[in-house]
């Protein structure tokens, strides 16, 4: 019994010693574990590493919140990048509420420590006053921070602000220096606009060669601007063999992005055959896809399938609805043809006042038809009081530019002296120069001379 109780006493002894060996190992673990997470929240190198890795997903699940919290104790710590990755979800409102100010306020800090990236976003802060006041010349002094250590997309800025004049004195050799700066670099948007001022001159000798090199470049890239100005070229022969296949090919590569006008050369060679088969079902489509988003010739093209019946159901209405908001846009087609529906009513009631309006506006851009039809008005008074000066300088207007029926009725103004002084010799001379374009009146007029 002795024995037993001896043992027992050895065994709870050695057990005793046992555990108290555990517990000093167990506390050094607990002890190094704690020292560690300090260590880890004291470093932000750490901190940013751990922010990535719920960023990306890397061993932990990904998440947002938890990566802005590490970022944040990283970034009041001084961590650039973990002040632009802040800067960045403020902006976006990824993993925070969006603030552009706390954006900015993040950009600003990572910026003073030279992070060229934040310079850049910073700088698109003060151009478009998001979370700051707008400040163009702010925005340069960063961009150009930033496109001294050679980013890109801040040479490209700095070329667009030095050719719109933003932020600086417009200088358009200096924004072909940094197109080229950026173009050199393969940034698309550059590329297209240093085409630009080769095409126009400006900065630069025009140089057409030039100009579509940089144009070429950015349409490789997918940049759906100079596909569509790469395709223009091969439909106009500008400085490439005309090719109008090739021109649709990249007239539907833009168009397929969006491009309301790369959409709305694809709905006309559709609907004329040109580089493509002729398909009026698919010319609508994209008529309609242009026109939704605001272009004016797609409208104006638009409605006249609508007038026409062309495809679809024939429909003054919706003639008149495309019509109107291509020419309140100023395109003077649609313009004209506003006039000529309220002058017959059309659509619309039949209001002369309204005719006259619209032709009046086509006219003065310079639209022989509306030019005509407006001499006309004021020939007989129709619409204004009649004014047969004024009828012989739109009838002149658009008898210079070789408008038939306004070459007949001026050769009538000299032949009987209406608004202008009597002249034979100059009544045949447009008679003639009617005829010559097949107006029948004109024709007519000269073979009674003959009798």
Known sequence: MNKLVVLYIVIVAFSLNLF???LFAMTNEVSKIFADENEINNNPEELYNNGLKYFEGVDVPKDMTRAIEFWEKAAKKGHVLAQFNLGLAYAKGDGVVQDFSESAKWYSKAADQN????????GFCYYNAQGVLRDYSKAVKLWTKAANKGQMIAQ?????????????????????????KSAEQGYHKAQYNLGELYE??????????????CWRKSAEQGYHKAQYK??????KGIAVEQNFTESFKWFIKSANQGNSDAQCSVAMSYENGVGVAKDLKKAFVWYHKSAKQGNPKAQYNLGTFYDLGLVVKQNYLEAIKWWRKSAEQGFAEAQY????SYYNGDGVPQDIEESIKWYRKAAEQGLAEA????????AVGNGVEQDYSEAVKWFSLAAEQGYAGSQYHLAICFDNGLGVTKNTEKAIEWYRKAAKNNHIGAIEALKKRKK
């Open 20 to 22: 108290s060996s555990n």
């Open 115 to 122: 992070d060229v990236d934040a310079q850049l976003n910073l």
């Open 156 to 180: 490209y800025n700095l070329g667009v602000s030095y050719e719109n004049g933003n932020g600086v004195e417009q200088d358009y050799c200096e924004a072909v220096k940094w197109y080229l």
């Open 200 to 213: 126009k001159g400006l900065g630069v000798d025009k140089d057409f060669n030039k100009a579509i090199d």
């Open 230 to 235: 790469y395709g223009v070229c091969y439909e």
């Open 337 to 340: 043809n506003l006039g000529v």
């Open 371 to 378: 030019q005509n039809n407006l001499g006309c008005r004021y």
